[in-house]
């Protein structure tokens, strides 16, 4: 719920707002979703516990992301070089995973729990360990948008 009212009051320019409920949201969860960030109303947040979303993240539509996930910048000054993460549509990001740095991740991707990712991940591919490696490459399901054009 904290989730959409940031991003809410962060699009329609009321950004003093869009701070006070990120820092409710990390007071009362210990979740950090930065207003600078971008996200959609679908953002999935299964278990909101010590999950970090950086400033300059960009998340896709319907991403799931479980509890002690890091998504963000590498270094300090990493929003002005634009080093964040970019996360695909439909990707679920398993409990205690990293992604950090300039890292892209595809569409329909899996992230493994405690898995920690250092290089780009293809659509549709499961990537797990440390570092994370592709460990499953799926074909685009019959019921995605882009299967069926």
């Known amino acids: 719920m904290h989730a959409l009212l940031i991003g809410h009051f962060r699009d329609s320019g009321?950004?003093?707002?869009?701070?006070?409920?990120e820092a409710r949201l990390q007071r009362r969860y210990g979740v950090f979703l930065s207003h600078r960030a971008e996200f959609p109303r679908s953002?999935?947040?299964k278990h909101p516990i010590g999950i970090v979303v950086g400033e300059g993240v960009k998340l896709g539509e319907r991403v799931v992301i479980f509890q002690n996930v890091t998504l963000g910048g590498a270094r300090m000054g990493d929003l002005q070089a634009s080093n964040y993460p970019e996360i695909g549509d439909d990707t679920v990001i398993f409990a205690g995973a990293v992604v950090?740095?300039?890292?892209?991740?595809?569409?329909?991707c899996i992230i493994g729990a405690n898995s920690v990712v250092t290089r780009d991940v293809?659509?549709?591919a499961t990537a797990a360990g440390v570092p994370a490696r592709i460990v499953r490459l799926r074909a685009p399901s019959a019921e995605s948008p882009e299967s069926t054009s």
Request: net charge positive.
């Open 100 to 108: 950090v740095g300039k890292i892209k991740i595809g569409k329909q």
């Open 14 to 21: 009321h950004e003093l707002a869009a701070r006070f409920f």
């Open 43 to 45: 953002l999935d947040l």
């Open 122 to 124: 293809p659509d549709y």
